[in-house]
């Protein structure tokens, strides 16, 4: 069942910018498109996240590195995000707090939503591990392909 995005009221934004080294701390990078990143509103339910709540502190985690991708783990049960790289996983957790309850909540309904599909396909389990094998590879450009026809 789709459902509508989880939002504050009064809060229309489905979208917004964010840069990734702060406009503060680094005037000059403020309209390079390498600093910035499209994000969800970071408030939800209250709570700051993401945007809203790393303000303009920097991160150190590279958003768009292999490295960060392969550090990162998900909990099956509570729907944590985790990083191997503990300054990371701190800064995942007290600068920009992906693990609030709705935040972890939605991995969790997400997951669900992935298991009913993968229960409806019937697939093997090579078909599977292609898949994964696909997923895992990243392209000429370093970048991991997302896409997988179900």
């Given at each position: ?23 503060t ?9 390498s ?13 700051d ?43 995942i957790?007290k600068i ?6 709705r ?17 409806k396909?019937?697939?093997k ?26």
């Amino acid at each position: 069942m789709r459902t509508n995005p989880v939002r504050d009221l009064g809060n229309r934004e489905t979208t917004r910018i964010d840069h990734i080294q702060s406009r503060t701390d680094n005037p000059d990078l403020e309209l390079d498109y390498s600093n910035m990143v499209i994000c969800w509103p970071g408030f939800i339910d209250g709570n700051d996240h993401c945007d809203k709540s790393k303000g303009n502190s920097t991160i150190s985690f590279p958003l768009f590195n292999i490295n960060l991708q392969n550090s990162i783990t998900y909990s099956s049960k509570e729907g944590t995000i985790k990083s191997s790289n503990l300054i990371w996983d701190s800064e995942i957790n007290k600068i920009v707090r992906l693990n609030n309850n709705r935040l972890k909540f939605n991995r969790l309904q997400s997951l669900e939503g992935l298991r009913a599909v993968l229960e409806k396909k019937k697939w093997k389990t090579s078909e599977l591990e292609d898949k994964l094998v696909f997923l895992s590879n990243p392209d000429s450009n370093g970048s991991l392909n997302h896409t997988v026809v179900f």
